[in-house]
């Protein structure tokens, strides 16, 4: 990555990053090079990279440079479901694999954890001001992939996320476009 770093754009890293194995194809970075790398779902060992976009930023800089100073984290989720009772299952198997893939793709468990994080890295002077915010809306059912035809029904539940104002989730966005902007 280091010769070609430069040239990741959103769209490619988004779908190396994908949870979605099933539904997306593998992504080969560099096109048409011998040295590319292919990468067939980052989702599951990547599938909330939070923490190594949190310590990326230490490539930016020369090894003895002081740490860049960050003031805003803005994480991304694509939804999650309120925790419930386990679907009964006829096969054992499926039921335990179904569970693993769930754990494995767990980006809202990865939120946490960095959230947690940054809770005691604010207890130090030089994080005292960074700020971390994850928009994740959640959902009462399952809505897959596959289910194009629900995207309006989808929008409506971000909207309707990000306009809830015990979240206040429209004052972070606001502070977030001011410290990119300035």
């Known amino acids: 990555m280091e010769k070609h770093g430069h040239k990741v754009t959103i769209d490619i890293a988004a779908r190396a990053t994908s949870a979605a194995p099933t539904f997306f194809p593998e992504v080969k970075f560099p096109e048409n090079n011998p040295e590319q790398l292919i990468f067939w779902d980052g989702g599951l060992l ?57 754990f494995a793709t767990n980006t809202n468990a990865k939120g946490k954890d960095f959230s947690r994080h940054i809770s005691h890295l604010q207890a130090r ?11 994740n809306p959640k959902l009462e059912e399952e809505i897959g992939l596959h289910e194009y035809w629900r995207m309006n029904e989808l929008k409506k539940i971000a909207m309707n ?3 809830d104002p015990s979240l206040d989730k429209q004052k972070w966005i606001e502070k977030a476009v001011d410290a990119i902007c300035t």
Do not use: C
């Not at 100073?69 to 039921?95: A, C, E, H, M, W």
């Not at 002077?125 to 928009?135: G, S």
């Open 161 to 163: 996320d990000m306009a």
């Open 46 to 102: 990547n599938n909330n990279p939070i923490d190594q976009v949190w310590y990326a930023r230490y490539e930016l800089i020369k090894p003895k440079d002081p740490p860049p100073t960050i003031s805003y984290v803005i994480s991304l989720g694509n939804r999650y479901l309120s925790p419930g009772k386990d679907q009964p299952t006829f096969i054992k198997l499926v039921g335990v694999a179904s569970k693993v893939i769930a």
């Open 125 to 135: 002077a030089e994080h005292e001001n960074t700020k971390y915010i994850r928009f």
